[in-house]
């Protein structure tokens, strides 16, 4: 038996050969939604949950039907007690290598043996250097419209010209507010962005951004480098989106013209065994997504499973005979 990692986890039993069916690295909506359903197909499974999610500061979620307006943290608390049924087991920790095999090496930890594995680890967002961003990310400094529009909607919003990819996040973000004021920062607007946003009843105000206002726990405003204060209820960026993939990378996954790892639509990698889904291999993903392509790899990878099951089942039915023969 291999000892979790502290009196919080579950034991983490390996199958009678000593492996795993599937480790599941990653502990979001994607893995945990595929651990549930390797779970009810009877297969061992392991998921190694590091405890970093990457909606922690968000107070809800939205836009995952039955569950809208649900706080993060209670989805997974709901998720981890629904795998628990079905026999999977948490472990607490973080991976440090997978070796082909697969061999799943904790820092600090067991090595956990697995027939294949699932990586969703997610990504971090890298926000810019503007003092109050951090202290305000997922309260009232924001990024997708699609999650927190419709809670802020009609109120005063900005958005901060961060990255290329703030200009179609407001073209956007107007859906939910007739008063949304885009602020260019470092950003250098070309014409057609211009005129883009102008049509679109954007205000363009040009300058650097110094700091954000907060007062009484709230964002009230956003003050330019040359005094002036722009009166702000909430404000959105486009944070720069990092996957953690360093796991997939060091197995030998390749990357797709966009730089992210190349899967099919199942999740299935490069790398025999071994799938990804979620924002690791997605940036878009919202929650709801990410539990889908969990959902999608966990089918495959049974799938594939049962065609390695079927396969030494042959062998061996055949053994007896090409013996007597």
Same mark, same amino acid.
């Given at each position: ?11 983490? +039993? ?13 502990? @979001? ?14 297969? *061992? ?69 697995? +027939? ?36 802020? @909607? ?51 105000? *040009? ?27 909430? #404000? ?47 940036? +878009? ?17 049974? #799938?594939?499973?049962?065609? *390695?099951?079927? +396969? ?10 090409? #013996?007597?023969?």
């Amino acid at each position: 038996m291999i000892k979790a990692m502290n009196s919080h986890d579950a034991d983490a +039993r390996p199958a009678v050969d000593g492996r795993y069916d599937v480790v599941v690295v990653g502990a @979001g909506a994607a893995g945990l939604n595929a651990a549930l359903l390797l779970g009810r197909a009877r297969r *061992e499974v392991a998921v190694i949950d590091a405890g970093e999610p990457r909606n922690a500061p968000a107070a809800h979620m939205h836009g995952f039907l039955s569950r809208d307006g649900l706080p993060p943290a209670t989805l997974l608390e709901l998720g981890r007690a629904e795998i628990a049924r079905y026999g999977v087991r948490l472990v607490r920790g973080r991976v440090e290598e997978i070796e082909h095999g697969f061999s799943v090496r904790l820092e600090g930890g067991p090595v956990l043996a697995a +027939r294949r594995v699932l990586v969703a680890t997610g990504l971090r967002d890298e926000l810019p250097d503007i003092p109050g961003v951090r202290e305000r990310w997922g309260r009232d400094v924001l990024h997708c419209p699609y999650c927190h529009g419709y809670e802020v @909607g009609d109120q005063p919003l900005a958005v901060l010209g961060t990255h290329t990819g703030a200009v179609h996040q407001a073209l956007l973000l107007r859906q939910w507010s007739d008063d949304v004021v885009f602020l260019t920062h470092t950003l250098d607007l070309s014409a057609h962005d211009c005129e883009r946003l102008e049509a679109r009843g954007l205000r363009i105000v *040009e300058g650097e951004i110094d700091h954000l206002v907060v007062e009484s726990g709230r964002l009230r405003g956003i003050e330019l480098v040359d005094g002036r204060v722009l009166p702000r209820a909430a #404000a959105f960026l486009f944070p720069r989106m990092v996957p953690h993939d360093e796991l997939l990378t060091r197995l030998g996954c390749a990357r797709d013209d966009t730089g992210w790892i190349a899967t099919d639509r199942t999740g299935r990698t490069g790398v025999s065994g071994v799938w990804a889904a979620g924002n690791v291999i997605d940036p +878009r993903a919202q929650v709801v997504t990410a539990a889908g392509m969990g959902a999608a790899a966990a089918f495959a990878i049974n #799938a594939d499973l049962v065609d *390695e099951d079927v +396969r030494h089942a042959v062998e061996q039915h055949r053994a007896p005979a090409a #013996a007597s023969g």
